[in-house]
């Protein structure tokens, strides 16, 4: 591996070292005979043990490993930059989707095969080390959470990798405390391949194209060649450069579409104050696709910078997911990622109704101040953008792009349908199976 100067030309040229691109470089370079440059935005310095430390999200106001877009209502969407991408910085759940999520996925994708590629992440000796939080490392809110659902609702056992709907105990990417990304499970063992290079603080402009071909990318001056460019820069970074190539795609060219699981937040003054452990351990998935989220403690314990509001537990609508849209607006990526629809802001009521009766309840008695439950009236993110080129529309079942040859987006924006956990996984299962599809051709 070489960082620094990009070359003139590769085999495959791969466009940002997040959860999907660092799983493709590694697959694509297996081969000795392809050239494979992977190109980011981010520094090329590996992110710490402190910075992927569980305790801690490191995307607070002026973090070298996130970017942040404001949108127009004025909250941050935020994305990892560096090596590992989000990676690198996100809440370090990693959670299946449901099996019945994947049923209106194009063919291609059977759910044997999905539970394969989920299992060389997430199973026994998986790259992605993926384990769930044990008894004695959740917090206390925690554990009172999950005693109070268990007489309501059904319990997965913590070992089983498929999610239910019910309690679902966090599984988690993790060396002990430490956040295992994509970057450490994939580039690392591969850094000595004289076929891979690496070209970091390197951030692409746009695609080079003539015809319905691309033939490379546009960084800065320079120009790289490539026999096929690999989008990987996640749901708003992908999108953001087929917009800026003029290469869309969809009924509007300077549109796309982007989705979003928004979140409500009820907070709560708490009487304990344990000891620092992961953000989430512990989740309801409900059966009107509701995912009711256990936070450990106030998210100003966890990202730096942000005022101390009090803990909370959040309740997200995960089905169907709003619809929010990325365009170009004088040159900078505008990101909105929609608004709850009438029937998504009805079910979110009755989570927050639901967590609102258990705050107050006898259960948590000694742990919630009385008088101190509030529900916040701002509906937030989830930060997990996803679908802005869903795959059986504007992608094929292999991320290729409808009407263009020498290009394919393999990340977060080919998901084609909204899924009842976290994106995490599901995104780098993707991407191990079309990386391994693309490797036996
Ligand atoms: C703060 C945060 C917390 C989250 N928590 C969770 C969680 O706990 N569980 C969960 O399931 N999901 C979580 N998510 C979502 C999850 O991390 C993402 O869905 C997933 O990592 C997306 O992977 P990706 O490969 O599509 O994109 P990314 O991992 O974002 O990778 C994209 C890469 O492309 C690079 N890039 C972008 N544009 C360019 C360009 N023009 N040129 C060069 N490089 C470029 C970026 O710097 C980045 O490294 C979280 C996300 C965030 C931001």
């Known amino acids: 591996m070489t960082l620094g100067d990009l070359p003139a030309t590769a085999d495959v040229v791969i466009v940002g070292a997040g959860s999907a691109g660092c799983v493709v470089a590694e697959r694509l370079s297996r081969d000795p005979d392809r050239t494979v440059l992977l190109i980011e935005r981010g520094s090329s310095q590996w992110p710490t043990e402190a910075v ?5 999200l490191p995307i607070g106001f002026g973090s070298p490993y996130a970017v942040s877009h404001e949108e127009p209502s004025g909250l941050a969407v935020v994305r990892g930059r560096g090596l590992g991408g989000s990676s690198s910085v996100n809440g370090g759940y990693f959670m299946r989707w449901h099996a019945d999520d994947f049923v209106d996925w194009p063919s291609g994708w059977r759910i044997d095969e999905i539970g394969a590629s989920y299992a060389e992440l997430d199973g026994r000796g998986g790259t992605m080390s993926v384990s769930p939080f044990a008894d004695d490392e959740l917090a206390e809110v925690t554990t009172r959470f999950e005693s109070y659902w268990s007489d309501i609702v059904p319990v997965r056992p913590p070992a089983d990798a498929w999610p239910i709907v019910g309690l679902n ?5 993790r060396d002990g405390m430490v956040r295992r ?27 080079r194209w003539s015809g319905a071909e691309v033939t490379g990318v546009v960084v800065g001056d320079t120009v790289v060649g490539a026999g096929e460019v690999i989008l990987c820069a996640g749901a708003i970074g992908t999108a953001v450069i087929l917009l800026r190539s003029g290469l869309a795609g969809g009924a509007d060219p300077d549109v796309l579409a982007v989705r979003e699981h928004r979140e409500v937040l009820v907070h709560y003054r708490s009487r304990v104050d344990g000891p620092p452990t992961a953000l989430l351990q512990s989740v309801v998935h409900t059966v009107d696709d509701l995912e009711i989220r256990c936070y450990s403690s106030d998210m100003a314990r966890y990202i730096e910078g942000l005022p101390p509001v009090g803990p909370a537990i959040g309740v ?4 169907p997911g709003t619809r929010g849209t990325v365009r170009i607006v004088g040159g900078a990526p505008i990101v909105d990622l929609g608004v709850v629809d009438v029937a998504e802001a009805a079910r979110l009521e009755r989570g927050v109704a639901a967590v609102t009766e258990m705050l107050r309840s006898a259960a948590f008695a000694d742990i919630v101040e009385s008088g101190s439950v509030a529900v916040d009236p701002v509906v937030r993110t989830s930060q997990h ?6 795959m059986g529309t504007l992608t094929d079942g292999l991320g290729g792009v409808a009407g263009v040859r020498g290009l394919r987006i393999v990340d977060g924006s080919i998901l084609p349908t909204a899924g009842r956990s976290g994106p995490h996984a599901t995104v780098m299962m993707l991407a191990s199976r079309i990386a391994a599809v693309l ?3």
């Not at 105990?169 to 990417?173: A, G, I, L, T, Y």
């Not at 499970?185 to 746009?206: C, F, K, Q, S």
């Open 52 to 56: 992927r430390d569980l305790r801690g």
């Open 169 to 173: 105990r966090v599984r988690s990417n």
């Open 181 to 207: 990304t994509a970057a450490e499970a994939y580039l690392r063992g591969a850094l000595d391949r004289p076929n891979l290079t690496i070209g970091a603080d390197a951030e692409v402009d746009a695609l």
């Open 316 to 319: 997200a609508v995960m089905r």
């Open 385 to 390: 953008a996803w679908g802005s080129m869903p």
């Open 439 to 441: 490797a036996d051709r």
